[in-house]
């Protein structure tokens, strides 16, 4: 069984940045692609970013590009979220998961992933 822990939320003034970190349990870790998705209150799942299982191979939501950065650290078992430039409309809760599946994770979608994380809390401030 797969677990993701995630880690990392907080309260943040626009403009501030964070890093949110996912702990993934198991020894497959390189097996799986990676994403991170939020949910603001009120509104649907979102798909933020995604990496491929090397690493080179990464994928934005227009919102964030150029503003969030997504790497993985497959020798940590750790996927991370580098968000810079926060806005307001940022807040979420951030969620990350894990897909054994090719094809999914250039889709943006969040059908087809195996695994899901709790979230974490992200709050920025205006």
């Known amino acids: 069984q797969v677990q993701l822990v995630e880690s990392g939320g907080g309260l943040v003034q626009a403009g501030g940045s964070l890093r949110l970190s996912c702990a993934v349990s198991?020894?497959?870790?390189?097996?799986?692609?990676m994403a991170w998705f939020r949910q603001a209150p009120g509104k649907e799942r979102e798909f933020v970013a995604a990496?491929?299982?090397?690493?080179?191979?990464?994928y934005y939501a227009d919102s964030v590009k150029g503003r969030f950065t997504i790497s993985r650290d497959n020798a940590k078992n750790a996927v991370y979220l580098q968000m810079n430039s926060l806005k307001p409309e940022d807040t979420a809760v951030y969620c990350c998961a894990a897909t054994a599946k090719f094809g999914i994770i250039g889709t943006g979608r969040s059908l087809g992933y195996d695994y899901w994380g709790k979230g974490t809390q992200v709050t920025v401030s205006s």
């Open positions: 198991g020894r497959t870790f390189g097996t799986y692609a």
């Open positions: 990496i491929s299982r090397s690493g080179v191979g990464t």
